[in-house]
Structure formats: C-alpha cells, structure tokens
C-alpha cells in the first residue's frame, strides 16, 4: 500500500489552566475574554500523524475544525505542528453553543470520503464536554474499524497494530486500514511548535466550508436546561473523641 493519507480532528477548547465559570443565567459557561487552545488529546492525534508521515508512513496530514472563525487559529497550531493543509468547517457562533459530536462525526465522515482519507484520528475525548463519542461515531458512519484508546500505533503491511489502554492493562488488537483512530494520553508528547514553524503555518493553504457544503444539517437534537457548579465540599472535621480513647488505652497499657 503507497503512504497513507491522515485526516485529524482539532477541537478548540478552553485552556486546560483557566478556571471554568458558569454564566449568571446557567444556560452555560463564560466564554468570552477566555483563553482558549487545541483540546490537548486532539494535540497527540496530531503529533501522531506527523511522526507517521515522519517515518514515510503518511504521505499527507490535514487538520479538520469545526466551529467559529477562532477556530482558524486552533488549526494554525496544528499547521506549525506538522500538518500539511487544513479545513476549517464555519459554523455560527450560535448554531456552535449546541453542537454535538453527531455533527462532528458526519462532518469528518464526509470530509474523510470527499479527502479519500485512509486514516482518521482524533482525541479520545475533549476536556470541555468529556464525551467521549466522536471517535466511535464517526467510524459507525463510515463503516470503518475503529481503534479507540490507542495508546501504541504501529503499520505492518495493510494494517495497523494498535495497544489500547482499557480498564484492565492493555489490549492490542489489528485493524484493517482504513480505520480510525482515538489518542490516548500515552500515545505520545506532543511537539511545541518553533516560531519558524509557526511562520511557516501562516502560508499553508486552509479550506473553508460550511455545514450547507457537507450537508450536514446543525439543529441540536438536544436541550440544555441548567448548568450548574459541582457542588463545594464542606470541610472536613476530624473525630478527636476515638483518637483521644485510644491514646488512654495505650496508656494504661504501658502503665499496667
């Protein structure tokens, strides 16, 4: 088989260091004047694809996001990191608050078929939603094998190895290319990218498209009714009454 072509979703999120606050109205969470960054498990899916095409495994990486024109900057990151072009999927900032990993999978999915992509990767999970579905959904839609929680990715002949991390150790299974593919934390350490690098993303081509061009249609399918803080742990007390009792004890232990 001649070297693969890669395709990686790249989700803008709230950074991982900025302390979530709930709006006054709890229809969701303060994102304006927030710092926002490359959900960090989409950051290994991409430094994944790059060392495949470093090992001449890949002959090309696209980076994939969905959401408002900020969302541009997200996949500039990913461009200094290695990738070779990217889409940017232009979705309403309104349409975008109710989102949901459905859209996204049949975004990818038609990107994937339309690009002839043989390999898909994105992150087990965004660490703004915890879903934990997009992955999964996205090969349903394809009808592709699926190598979820990859935290070892290896290609012999038309196939991939790949050691995934469960609930009990590790289990390696083989896939039959093309598949896709979740990014485990163990998968790798991402790359920072140089400011050369970072120079050099601004010239390299990025696609844009609507959800009208995929058709996809957006409508939520979903209603969010509160979203609330967790609620504060009260502090603790601790029981002197037993620790005093079993000092006397030992005490008359010893003295008896």
């Known amino acids: 088989m001649s070297a693969l072509r890669v395709l990686v979703g790249c989700k803008r999120v709230i950074d991982y260091a900025v302390k979530i606050r709930v709006k006054p109205d709890k229809t969701g969470v303060v994102t304006d004047g927030v710092k926002h960054s490359m959900n960090p498990f989409d950051e290994i899916a991409i430094e994944e694809a790059v060392r495949l095409k ?19 900057e997200t996949l500039r990151t990913a461009l200094a990191m290695g990738a070779d072009r990217a889409i940017h999927v232009n979705i309403d900032p309104k349409d975008y608050e109710t989102l949901q990993p459905i859209h996204v999978s049949k975004f990818l999915a038609k990107i994937a078929q339309d690009e002839k992509a043989d390999i898909v990767i994105v992150g087990k999970q965004a660490i703004d939603d915890d879903c934990n579905q997009t992955g999964q959904m996205t090969a349903a839609l394809l009808d592709w094998p699926q190598a979820t929680f990859a935290s070892k990715v290896e290609k012999n002949n038309g196939d991939l190895t790949v050691v995934r991390e469960i609930d009990g150790g590790l289990e390696t299974i083989k896939v039959k290319l ?6 485990d934390l163990r998968l790798n350490e991402p790359r920072y990218a140089t400011l050369p690098n970072i120079m050099k993303a601004k010239k390299k081509p990025m696609a844009s498209k609507t959800p009208a061009d995929l058709g996809v ?17 009260e502090a603790g007390q601790k029981d002197l009454y037993d620790s005093i009792i079993m000092i006397l004890r030992g005490s008359c232990e010893l003295t008896s």
């Open 54 to 72: 470093e090992k001449k495994i890949a002959s090309e990486v696209i980076a994939v996001s969905c959401g408002p024109k900020q969302c541009q």
């Open 178 to 183: 093309p598949a896709v593919l979740t990014a």
């Open 217 to 233: 249609d957006v409508a939520s399918r979903l209603e969010i009714v509160s979203v609330e803080d967790p609620p504060v742990r």
